[in-house]
């Protein structure tokens, strides 16, 4: 009960911020940020956090995407940047000493439609690589699909490979936040239905291990997230 006698859902300082602006806030932060921040009630560090049902698919015909089944927008129209996940950083180091699988390296090239706030995840490679096949993989995406800028967080293997591969690189910073914190950004974007993965598995078959692996984590640090690695940097970039 409420000392002060506001019924649950009542704004606190609606002068301020009354219920509709509290809704608007709501829908666009998404229901982890929203319980979290705004209701200090945190969801669990356990369980799954996303639903298979959130992600959405587009068709690539020629150079254009199809969004829900009809024409929306010219491949040219997007800025295009890729996102490493390079094996070997500190967190996999310790996850390893704990007795955890090794993680595999991840380049995921992303095309972002700033008009509508939506990511596009047009292509993924992934393996359990040494250094070498790591930079070759990498050269080899990079020619292939041109970016606008390469990413990789800017620790050990990351920082080496972006070192090997000059040009228009850019460091990644986990800022010093756990993977749940820095993931949320991904999360809100996923829930609010701005991500876009390939409808076609003929042609993208990595799209079931991705969502296999997205739909599976609980956010432990221990929990493999190797595509969500690159999925949660391309969402706040």
């Keep these: 009960d409420d000392i002060l006698g506001r019924k649950p859902g009542q704004a606190l300082w609606p002068e301020r911020y009354d219920e509709a602006a509290l809704a608007t806030s709501r829908r666009s932060v998404g229901e982890y940020v929203w319980q979290a921040l705004y209701q200090q009630n945190p969801l669990g560090a356990e369980g799954q956090k996303i639903k298979r049902e959130w992600f959405k698919y587009y068709e690539l015909r020629?150079?254009?995407?199809?969004?829900?089944?009809?024409?929306?927008?010219?491949e040219s129209t997007c800025q295009r940047f890729i996102v490493a996940d390079c094996a070997a950083s500190s967190e996999d180091v310790e996850k390893e000493r704990r007795g955890r699988p090794p993680s595999r390296s991840v380049l995921s090239v992303f095309d972002y439609y700033r008009p509508r706030n939506l990511l596009l995840?047009?292509?993924?490679?992934?393996?359990?690589?040494?250094?070498?096949?790591?930079?070759?993989?990498?050269?080899k995406v990079r020619d292939e699909f041109k970016p606008a800028w390469f990413g990789a967080e800017d620790e050990k293997t990351g920082r080496a490979l972006l070192s090997m591969l000059g040009g228009r690189i850019k460091p990644l910073s986990h800022e010093g936040k756990d993977k749940l914190t820095r993931f949320a950004p991904a999360l809100n974007e996923l829930e609010q239905g701005?991500?876009?993965?390939?409808?076609?598995?003929?042609?993208?078959?990595?799209?079931?291990?991705?969502?296999?692996?997205?739909?599976?984590?609980?956010?432990?640090?221990d929990t493999p997230f190797d595509f969500g690695d690159t999925l949660g940097y391309a969402a706040k970039h």
């Design 62 to 74: 020629g150079n254009h995407y199809w969004l829900d089944g009809k024409p929306s927008f010219h």
């Design 121 to 139: 995840w047009r292509h993924c490679e992934y393996g359990f690589w040494d250094f070498g096949q790591l930079l070759a993989n990498a050269r």
């Design 194 to 221: 701005r991500v876009f993965l390939p409808r076609n598995i003929g042609e993208s078959p990595w799209r079931l291990d991705a969502e296999n692996e997205l739909t599976a984590w609980d956010g432990h640090k």
